[in-house]
C-alpha cells in the first residue's frame, strides 16, 4: 500500500508530521480526519518506505518507572508531552524506542489505550484495559497512579524473593562444586596411596570410593541425560492435558502448593480491587486476570469464576466453588459484597495475604540456609571420615 508524508493540524492547533497508508491521497486525507486532524499536506513518501524494526520487550522494573513517571507528568501536562518527555529522558534504548512509538501513535489521534495496544509485547492485557478504563471515565492520572503502585508492589516482591533466594543459591552452589572437587580430584589420589598398600578398606571408604569413580566416569553422560531429559520435559508440557496435571499436582504440595495459591489469590484480589474502583465490571477483571496466570488449574479456576459471575452468581460464591482459594480471601470477599465495599475488602485481603506470604518467605529462608551448611558439613565429614578411617586402621596394625 502506497505511503504518503503528511503535515496537519491536531486539536491543539500545533503541527504534526508523520506518515500514513492510503490508496490514494484522498484516502489519505479522509484517514488524517478520521483521527481528528486537519490535513494541511499530504505528498507521497519519496522512495518505498522501510518497515521499522518492532521495538524490543520493555522489562516490568521499566514498565513500573515509566508508569510513575507518566502518572506523575500527566497530572501537569498534556499527555503528548508527557509521553514525549518520559521516552526522550528514557536512559534504556528499548524503553525509549517503545515510548516514543506510542507518542508518535497518540500524536496521530489514537487512544492511548489503542497506542499501547500495538506493543504488546511490552504492555500487557490488564494494562492496557485498565488504561482503557481510566480514558474511559476521565481518570486516566488516578488509574495510572493505582498502576504504578501495582507494577512497584510486585517489582518490590520479586526483588525480597531474588534477595532471599541470592545467599542460599551461592551457598549451595558452593557446597556442590566442594564436594565434587573432593570427589573428583582429592579422593582418587588418596585412594591410590591405599591400594599400594595391598590391604583391605573400611566399607565407608570403599562406597566414597565408588561414587568418586562413578562421578568421574559418567559425569559428562549424566549431564547430557539430563538435558535431554529437560528437553523432553518441556515438550511433554506442552499437551495441555499434561500441563493441567502436573500443574495440579504441584497445588497439592504442602508448602509450594500453598505459596503459589496465596500469591495468585492476593494478585487476582489486588487486580480486581483496583478494576472495580476504576468503573471496570467485575466479569471483566476475571477475564483478563485469568490470562496472565501460569498455573492451568488456577487459570481454569478463575475462568469458571467468570462464567458463575456471568451468570448471576456472587464472587465469593464463585470462589469458594472454585476450591483453590484460601479462606481469608473468600470471607473478606463475602463481607465485602454483604456491605457493598468489595474493592476495599478486596484490598485489605490482598494486603494481608501478601503479608503472609511475605513472612513465610522470610522464616523459610532463614531455615534454608543453615540447612545447606549442616548438608555440607555433613557430606564434608562423610569423606574425610573415609579418608581418616583406612589410616587410622594401618597405624593400629602398625602398632600392634
Not at 501536562?77 to 524506542?97: D, F, K, P, W, Y
Not at 503472609?356 to 549442616?374: D, G, H, K, Y
Request: aromatic share 4%.
Amino acid at each position: 500500500m502506497p505511503s504518503f508524508d503528511y503535515a496537519a493540524l491536531d486539536r491543539a492547533g500545533r503541527t504534526v508530521t508523520g506518515v500514513v497508508d492510503a490508496p490514494g491521497a484522498e484516502h489519505a486525507r479522509a484517514r488524517l480526519e478520521q483521527r481528528r486532524l486537519v490535513p494541511l499536506q499530504v505528498e507521497p513518501t519519496a522512495g518505498r518506505r522501510t518497515a521499522s524494526p518492532r521495538p524490543a520487550r520493555i522489562r516490568a522494573r521499566e514498565l513500573s518507572l515509566a508508569t510513575r513517571q507518566l502518572s506523575s507528568l500527566v497530572a501537569s501536562m498534556t499527555l503528548e508531552e508527557a509521553l514525549r518527555t518520559v521516552g526522550s529522558q528514557a536512559t534504556r534504548r528499548n524503553l525509549r524506542e517503545v515510548m516514543l512509538a506510542v507518542h508518535a501513535e497518540v500524536v496521530e489521534g489514537f487512544r492511548l489505550s489503542e497506542a499501547m495496544g500495538r506493543q504488546p509485547r511490552s504492555f500487557p492485557a490488564l494494562y492496557r484495559a485498565m488504561v482503557a478504563a481510566g480514558e474511559g471515565t476521565g481518570a486516566l492520572p488516578a488509574i495510572l497512579e493505582r498502576l504504578a503502585d501495582l507494577l512497584e508492589r510486585e517489582q518490590q516482591v520479586r526483588s525480597q524473593l531474588a534477595t532471599a533466594l541470592a545467599y542460599p543459591a551461592a551457598l549451595a552452589l558452593t557446597a556442590v562444586g566442594v564436594v565434587l572437587a573432593l570427589m573428583t580430584f582429592v579422593v582418587p589420589r588418596v585412594v591410590e596411596q591405599f591400594d599400594s598398600m595391598g590391604r583391605e578398606l573400611p566399607w565407608l571408604t570403599r562406597f566414597v570410593v565408588g561414587v568418586s569413580g562413578f562421578l568421574g566416569s559418567w559425569a559428562l553422560p549424566l549431564l547430557a541425560l539430563l538435558g535431554v531429559a529437560a528437553i523432553a520435559a518441556a515438550r511433554v508440557l506442552r499437551d495441555p492435558a499434561v500441563r493441567l496435571r502436573v500443574d495440579t499436582a504441584i497445588l497439592r504440595l504442602p508448602l509450594l502448593g500453598r505459596l503459589l495459591r496465596e500469591v495468585h489469590a492476593a494478585r487476582m484480589a489486588r487486580t480486581l480491587a483496583i478494576m472495580l474502583e476504576s468503573g471496570l465490571p467485575v466479569m471483566e477483571g476475571l477475564a483478563i486476570t485469568a490470562r496472565t496466570v501460569g498455573n492451568r488449574r488456577l487459570r481454569l479456576a478463575t475462568e469458571s469464576m467468570t462464567g458463575a459471575v456471568r451468570e448471576g452468581g456472587s464472587l465469593s460464591a464463585a470462589m469458594r466453588r472454585a476450591g483453590v482459594f484460601p479462606p481469608t480471601l473468600l470471607y473478606m470477599a463475602a463481607s465485602g459484597e454483604d456491605s457493598g465495599r468489595l474493592a476495599p475488602m478486596l484490598e485489605r485481603a490482598a494486603d494481608y495475604l501478601e503479608r503472609e506470604f511475605n513472612t513465610f518467605t522470610r522464616a523459610a529462608m532463614s531455615l534454608l540456609e543453615p540447612a545447606i551448611i549442616v548438608v555440607l558439613g555433613g557430606v564434608v565429614a562423610v569423606i574425610v571420615l573415609s579418608i581418616l578411617l583406612p589410616i587410622l586402621q594401618f597405624n593400629t596394625l602398625v602398632l600392634g
